[in-house]
């Protein structure tokens, strides 16, 4: 565990590997590595990453796990705030060039990220879960999550664990998250998280890879095609039986699917 000053924030990351090849990750809502990449960042589980040929830096974004106080900004400019002080995390730690992978609402800066960075610092983009424009079923079944007590219980006991045993704090979080993040979803993004796709995700320069697990239960499979059919250079990979959290059903896979993409790019 380190922390690194950033503006306001004291900005927590964990540094697994220490290989060649620099990743940033980022985890979803009010997550840590703890709580998201259990199996991915443990030496001990066959689906484990490769830290010999990675640098793996899993950042908490700012009012998240331990990267507090102060607490989480609210409103639409937020995310693109975290793709730039994401930015400047890998800039202090001394990578010039660097690849970023990012699961649910970290997918949502990872992408953003990439129509930033992409082409110049960023070599390549990993993206899963990734909601990109409004529904109204994706909002109503992310809603239903807002009670926690509609959570997997293995799932719940990871992010207790990882807030140190304070459920109350999981729950005040991620409530706060869902009341002001995707209710206000449409209202903050009109035309979708990087506006219109022609000065969006068209834009993106940095070869792109598409996660998606045909059992989500909170995004739909358009939202991945939508991202795979503008971004240049992307590829969409799906995981039939698997849901939102397709990492942790399908590790191996998951697991040679990424370093292989990653080792493509990184050339």
């Not at 690849?99 to 983009?125: D, L, P, Q």
């Amino acid at each position: 565990m380190n922390f690194i000053k950033i503006g306001e924030f004291n900005i927590c990351f964990e540094k697994f590997g220490h290989g060649p090849i620099a990743v940033l990750v980022i985890p979803g809502a009010i997550g840590t590595a703890k709580s998201d990449f259990d199996i991915q960042f443990n030496p001990k589980h066959s689906g484990c990453l490769d830290f010999e040929r990675f640098t793996f830096i899993c950042v908490e974004l700012p009012g998240w796990g331990r990267s507090i106080p102060p607490e989480r900004p609210i409103g639409p400019n937020v995310l693109h705030d975290d793709a730039d002080r994401c930015d400047e995390l890998m800039k202090k730690l001394g990578y010039n060039e660097y690849s970023v992978y990012g699961w649910s609402e970290g997918s949502k800066v990872a992408i953003i990220m990439a129509r930033k960075f992409g082409g110049s610092r960023i070599r390549s983009s990993i993206v899963q879960g990734l909601m990109t424009f409004h529904t109204d079923s994706a909002s109503k079944n992310i809603m239903w999550s807002r009670d926690i007590q509609n959570w997997d219980i293995e799932l719940l006991r990871k992010y207790e664990q990882a807030y140190g045993d304070d459920i109350d704090r999981v729950e005040d979080l991620w409530q706060r998250h869902i009341d002001l993040a995707i209710e206000n979803y449409g209202r903050y993004y009109p035309q979708g998280l990087l506006g219109p796709v022609q000065d969006g995700l068209r834009k993106i320069q940095c070869p792109t890879l598409v996660l998606h697990g045909d059992r989500d239960f909170f995004i739909e499979l358009k939202q991945a095609e939508h991202v795979a059919a503008n971004v240049p250079n992307s590829r969409l990979i799906r995981f039939p039986n698997c849901g939102h959290n397709l990492h942790h059903v399908e590790s191996i896979k998951f697991k040679q699917t990424v370093e292989n993409f990653l080792l493509d790019n990184n050339n």
